[in-house]
């Protein structure tokens, strides 16, 4: 029962971690061009992985 409720807490330290990261890097930068596709963007600080889906633009 021990084992189990700390495995709980830990879970929830993580959450409130991700929420509260004010790391500059953690979310991509807006201005930078990507090219069409899917892009992983990795927060330095905390981990956290997004997928950038760039959808492709015909000119
Ligand atoms: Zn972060």
Redesign the pocket.
């Known amino acids: 029962m021990i084992k189990e409720e700390n495995m709980f807490n830990k879970k929830e330290d993580q959450k409130e971690y ?1 929420k509260t ?1 004010m ?1 500059p ?2 979310n991509p930068p807006t201005h930078i061009y990507l090219t069409p596709g899917e892009h992983e963007w990795i ?1 330095e ?2 981990g ?1 992985v997004q997928i950038i889906v760039v959808p492709c633009v015909m000119y």
């Open positions: 991700k990261c790391s890097t953690h927060c600080a905390c956290t």
